[in-house]
């Protein structure tokens, strides 16, 4: 069973545009919420995260938007580049300890020029 | 990368066969993961580290054993490979553990068990 629903499982986008990937999730315990970026042959990184007492969190051209009550969030990258094309995760964590950190299924980003 | 190296990078077993796999970090990070990466499935946690000789199972654990004898060195060990562990391995360390701070990834380590 997926904790954290991620869509699409592709996007492709022209540069210039604006990529946005979606995920949701069901469990209430969830406290911290990452995005990861993975370009091919290396391992995932982190790119952007938020905590639910913020509804938004831009860094340059990223931005994490936030919905509580509808237990969504999603990846909003302005001025899409080329450069940008990569598989990106989100994820989510409980609170506490060294638990888990659940992975959405990944959607591969491709930016046209 | 912050300072993990995996090894091997690739391998190809049989199955039946044993298969370790190693971990090792230069950051003095307390928490030590493995992760495997599937299409479809993104990645899962199968065991993580919370310090020497302190481990526990992640959510797809099941014929995966790990062992941490050094703060640096997280070994991930497949007792009898099977086609379904054909898979990407991804080790990730974080400082202060998952749910609080970054997590850095090593370059993955794709295993393909025939």
């Known amino acids: 069973q997926q904790q954290v629903k991620q869509s699409p499982q592709s996007l492709i986008v022209q540069k210039g545009g604006i990529s946005i990937i979606n995920c949701a999730y069901e469990?209430?315990?969830?406290?911290?919420f990452p995005w990861y970026q993975q370009f091919p042959g290396k391992g995932p990184a982190l790119l952007i995260a938020?905590?639910?007492?913020?509804s938004e969190k831009k860094e340059g051209r990223f931005t994490i938007s936030f919905n509580k009550s509808a237990k969504q969030f999603s990846l909003h990258i302005m001025d899409s580049q080329p450069g940008d094309s990569a598989t990106y995760f989100c994820?989510?964590?409980?609170?506490?300890?060294?638990?888990?950190?659940?992975f959405g299924t990944g959607t591969r980003l491709t930016v046209i020029p | 990368d912050a300072g993990i190296t995996q090894s091997p990078r690739h391998k190809v077993t049989e199955t039946g066969t044993p298969v370790t796999l190693r971990c090792h970090q230069t950051e003095n990070h307390r928490y030590m993961y493995w992760y495997r990466q599937d299409p479809g499935h993104g990645l899962r946690l199968i065991h993580y580290?919370?310090?020497?000789?302190?481990?526990d199972k992640g959510e797809v654990s099941d014929g995966y054993s790990v062992s941490r004898s050094k703060t640096e060195d997280f070994l991930l060990t497949l007792e009898s490979a099977t086609s379904s562990q054909t898979s990407v391995y991804f080790c990730?360390?974080?400082?202060?553990?998952?749910?609080?701070?970054?997590?850095?990834f090593g370059q993955g380590t794709r295993l393909t068990v025939v």
């Open positions: 994820a989510a964590s409980p609170e506490t300890g060294a638990n888990n950190l659940f």
């Open positions: 990730a360390i974080s400082e202060y553990g998952q749910a609080n701070t970054e997590a850095f």
């Open positions: 469990n209430t315990a969830f406290d911290y």
């Open positions: 580290s919370y310090g020497v000789k302190d481990t």
């Open positions: 938020i905590r639910p007492d913020v």
